[in-house]
């Protein structure tokens, strides 16, 4: 469905650019997208009035991009990113060209990187939505196909980021990468060196939340490109498994499987959890045994996977908040498989992580994509049902303060103490507050006159 109130705002400032004799034009994703039939979250406008006869009509707009002669206006409570036509110089850092030139509307289309982001589109042509196309981007548009414009090699070379950009757009927009274009993404995958990781790692978030994220991790292998993101996963290519509990293959078909299982049900799928899964058995390859009866084993790789993932995630600038739910995740998946013999306290505890819910479905996923044994997730629902009215993990019945209340020094007893109530607490065994300190008289070195002193001052 169209957002109305952006293409009314976004008519205005082009209507104040036309009537001031500018020609004007919407540009790039706005009109790919329209085409393709997805919604339109923004829309870039551009023209051939210079900055400053930009910054004439709308004094209160400014410059985020005085080079490239990019100025931004606001309307409507909408920002619009207006730019002059131009055509770029050189490009010595693979990222962004060292000059640019105002030039036509020709030449600024065939300056960008796709055909289909190339098209402009007449925001007063009757009837509305013409496009204007120099470079065969509505044909291609129309088979859905991803195509460079001019020669595929030069454009990957210019900007090299294009390369991941190019798989996005692949997963994102459903469309199949030109058989050209392909083979260039190939042959400059090197290329990627030169951009900074957090750039990459931007374009990997945008695949990973895509529903298409098993096709765009396929096609960062299959076009080398994941050398220089994750190149750790191509150690799960190939390593094979235990057949009776992963019929479906190596480390890396499973993975995939995993990928492709997020989201079907309609539930929305966190950027830690789309993480998660890609890196939770990344440990694997490192881990893996072969015992003298032929039986394949990954003793540890849970742990081994966890370190591998912060390294990872470090190298690709992550924050410290996703680095650390993605190491936990990695870190406890296996223990799903001993849920039935936990006490009912432990489960409680395992159950009360901050980012648990993610931590079941990457489960889930892990089965579906496995052996199909959905035993202990349905025994962890159940539980978690259960305690759907009340907290699981309440606030403990004795804290530090009463520790020190009753005299007791601090020290390593004080943890001992306290997880012993709190365990006792989530058993069910302790229910009330008395309780719990009558059973701390016995378990701790307290004087049996100042605990009933102490419950008397509390009126327990």
Not at 236 to 252: A, K, S
Not at 261 to 277: F, I, N, R, T, Y
Request: net charge neutral.
């Amino acid at each position: 469905m169209e957002n109305i109130p952006l293409r009314k705002a976004a008519e205005a400032v082009a209507r104040a650019l036309d009537g001031a004799g500018h020609t004007v034009y919407f540009v790039g994703g706005c009109v790919r997208d329209r085409l393709l039939g997805y919604p339109v979250k923004d829309i870039d406008i551009a023209t051939s009035a210079r900055p400053d006869e930009v910054l004439r009509l709308f004094p209160d707009a400014w410059e985020v991009g005085a080079a490239f002669g990019v100025v931004l206006v606001r309307r409507g409570g909408f920002s619009f990113e207006v730019a002059t036509f131009r055509r770029d110089g050189s490009y010595r850092d693979g990222r962004r060209p060292e000059s640019v030139c105002f030039t036509d509307a020709e030449e600024d289309a065939r300056r960008r990187d796709f055909t289909m982001n190339g098209l402009f589109e007449d925001p007063f042509s009757v009837p509305p939505g013409h496009v204007v196309d120099y470079v065969g981007g509505a044909e291609d548009i129309r088979a859905r196909v991803l195509r460079c414009i001019g020669e595929p090699d030069r454009r990957f070379e210019e900007d090299s980021l294009r390369l991941m950009r190019a798989v996005r757009f692949a997963v994102t927009r459903e469309v199949r990468v030109e058989a050209g274009t392909y083979a260039a993404i190939c042959r400059n995958a090197p290329l990627l060196a030169r951009i900074a990781p957090e750039r990459i790692r931007e374009e990997l978030d945008r695949i990973l939340l895509s529903p298409g994220r098993k096709r765009g991790v396929e096609m960062l292998v299959e076009t080398g490109l994941m050398k220089r993101v994750i190149p750790e996963i191509y150690g799960m290519v190939g390593c094979t498994q235990p057949p009776q509990w992963h019929p479906e293959g190596d480390v890396y078909t499973h993975t995939l499987m995993m990928l492709d299982a997020l989201g079907k049900d309609g539930a929305p799928v966190s950027l830690e959890l789309a993480l998660g899964v890609l890196l939770h058995d990344v440990g694997k390859p490192p881990c893996r045994q072969v015992d003298e009866t032929g039986r394949i084993r990954f003793s540890g790789h849970d742990k081994e996977g966890a370190s591998m993932a912060r390294d990872i995630l470090r190298r690709l600038k992550y924050s410290n908040a996703v680095i650390d739910a993605v190491c936990a995740m990695v870190e406890r998946h296996m223990r799903f498989m001993n849920v039935r013999q936990m006490k009912k306290s432990t489960l409680r505890m395992f159950m009360s992580a901050p980012h648990f819910s993610d931590e079941l479905e990457l489960h889930r996923v892990d089965c579906l994509s496995s052996n199909g044994l959905m035993d202990n997730w349905q025994f962890v629902r159940d539980a978690m049902d259960s305690y759907r009215d009340a907290p699981l993990v309440p606030p403990p019945l004795v804290t530090g303060r009463d520790l020190l209340n009753l005299g007791l020094p601090p020290g390593p007893g004080f943890r001992k103490w306290l997880a012993r109530l709190q365990e006792l607490q989530l058993e069910g065994t302790l229910r009330t507050r008395k309780e719990a300190l009558l059973l701390l008289g016995q378990i701790a070195p307290v004087e049996q006159n100042t605990l009933a002193e102490y419950l008397e001052k509390l009126a327990l």
